[in-house]
């Protein structure tokens, strides 16, 4: 007569695919949390390249269009948490009396690739009300 042997536990088999399933879920969730740090440090170069071009207009708010221009300095770089921004002003004048449009762009490179933010405004020199204002 022959008997039955009841074993308990896991085959060889399952052990080595519930491995397999195992690690190659670490692996994709590994994949998702860089993918992810990447697009944060992206966003935190972005917020910094948006301050830098909002700096760059209130600066020359404060000492006047006519005055920025005058200074000959429309560019230049900016050394910021480890990374080099490049912004850049250009100042087109407006058919309109002392109506000047002003465009700033910052640039940086990250992993051979170019990013830039540009904000665009317009200014009035000193004219009609004896001070200059932002539009």
């Known amino acids: 007569?022959?008997?039955?042997?009841?074993?308990?536990?896991?085959?060889?088999?399952?052990?080595?695919?519930?491995?397999?399933?195992?690690?190659?879920?670490?692996?994709?969730?590994?994949?998702?949390?860089?993918?992810?740090?990447s697009g944060i440090r992206l966003n935190r170069q972005y917020e910094q390249a948006a301050a830098l071009v909002e700096k760059q207009l209130v600066f020359i708010d404060y000492i006047g269009i006519k005055d920025f221009m005058g200074s000959g300095q429309l560019?230049?770089?900016?050394?910021?948490?480890?990374?080099?921004?490049?912004?850049?002003?250009?100042?087109?004048?407006?058919?309109?009396?002392?109506?000047?449009?002003?465009?700033?762009?910052?640039?940086?490179?990250e992993r051979n690739h170019n990013y830039d933010v540009s904000a665009c405004t317009r200014f009035i020199a000193e004219g009609l009300f004896g001070e200059a204002a932002e539009l």
């Open 1 to 37: 007569m022959v008997t039955k042997i009841n074993y308990k536990g896991f085959t060889l088999i399952e052990t080595i695919l519930a491995c397999v399933i195992l690690c190659t879920s670490i692996l994709v969730l590994g994949a998702i949390c860089t993918r992810s740090l």
């Open 75 to 109: 560019e230049g770089d900016i050394e910021q948490s480890g990374q080099t921004y490049h912004w850049q002003a250009s100042v087109k004048r407006v058919n309109i009396e002392n109506l000047y449009d002003v465009k700033v762009t910052v640039v940086w490179t």
